[in-house]
Each structure stands twice: as structure tokens, then as C-alpha cells.
């Protein structure tokens, strides 16, 4: 009885204003729709599982999380080797994919 029910460890803190859920699908819809080009390596992606939106000033940089600081990165579809978004998201941290980032821009704190 005088046990801690294992449910109330929090898993994750999250009071951060990011969007997430359907906001953030329509942002995805509104930005590929505008330019559904790939913005490093041009190749047209596929809506909705071929790119990921990405910060172009990283949110733990500073950056705006609006439209207009979003842009389009393909990513890789099966196979192994990462696509645009993976690459820039590990620049962005300054080492090579040991961080995973979540569709919102923010690494997964798992
Ligand atoms: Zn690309």
C-alpha cells in the first residue's frame, strides 16, 4: 500500500509553448505548400511523410517558432543513410545524430 503506483513518475516536462498536434500538421501543410522543395538539396518532397519541417535558427538557438523561421527538409524514407532534415539537425548540435529531434524541432528528452 505505502507503494509509489509507478505511474506518477513524470515521463517528460513539457510546458513549453512549441506547437505540437494539429497546429503543427497545419504549419507543415502551410509551409510545404508554399515552397515543397527540399531547402538543401532542392529534391521536391512528398507531402506529408517525405519532409520534415525544420527551424532554420534551431528553437535552443533562439529561434522564432513561426512560419516564417520553418523551412522544408527531406528525410530519409527506409534505407540508412539520413536525409537533409538529419543531417542539419545534427550540424545544428554540433555532433553527428546522438540526439533524436522530435517532428517539432526539439530533441526528444527520452
Ligand atoms: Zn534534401
Given at each position: 500500500?505505502?507503494?509509489y503506483?509507478?505511474?506518477?513518475?513524470?515521463?517528460?516536462?513539457?510546458?513549453?509553448?512549441?506547437?505540437?498536434?494539429?497546429?503543427?500538421?497545419?504549419?507543415r501543410l502551410?509551409?510545404?505548400?508554399?515552397?515543397?522543395?527540399?531547402?538543401?538539396?532542392?529534391?521536391?518532397?512528398?507531402?506529408?511523410?517525405?519532409?520534415?519541417?525544420?527551424?532554420?535558427?534551431?528553437?535552443f538557438?533562439?529561434?522564432e517558432?513561426?512560419?516564417?523561421?520553418?523551412?522544408v527538409?527531406?528525410?530519409?524514407?527506409?534505407?540508412?543513410?539520413p536525409?537533409?532534415?538529419?543531417h542539419?539537425?545534427?550540424?545544428?548540435?554540433?555532433?553527428?545524430?546522438?540526439?533524436?529531434?522530435?517532428?517539432?524541432?526539439?530533441?526528444?528528452?527520452?
Amino acid at each position: 500500500m505505502d507503494e509509489y503506483p509507478h505511474a506518477l513518475r513524470t515521463r517528460r516536462t513539457d510546458n513549453s509553448p512549441r506547437l505540437r498536434g494539429r497546429k503543427l500538421q497545419a504549419r507543415r501543410l502551410r509551409v510545404w505548400t508554399a515552397s515543397p522543395c527540399c531547402a538543401v538539396c532542392g529534391k521536391l518532397t512528398s507531402y506529408p511523410s517525405g519532409f520534415e519541417l525544420d527551424h532554420k535558427v534551431p528553437l535552443f538557438k533562439g529561434g522564432e517558432d513561426t512560419d516564417e523561421n520553418c523551412q522544408v527538409l527531406c528525410v530519409n524514407l527506409g534505407g540508412r543513410s539520413p536525409g537533409c532534415h538529419e543531417h542539419k539537425t545534427a550540424s545544428d548540435l554540433g555532433y553527428q545524430l546522438k540526439v533524436e529531434i522530435g517532428l517539432d524541432g526539439w530533441p526528444v528528452e527520452d
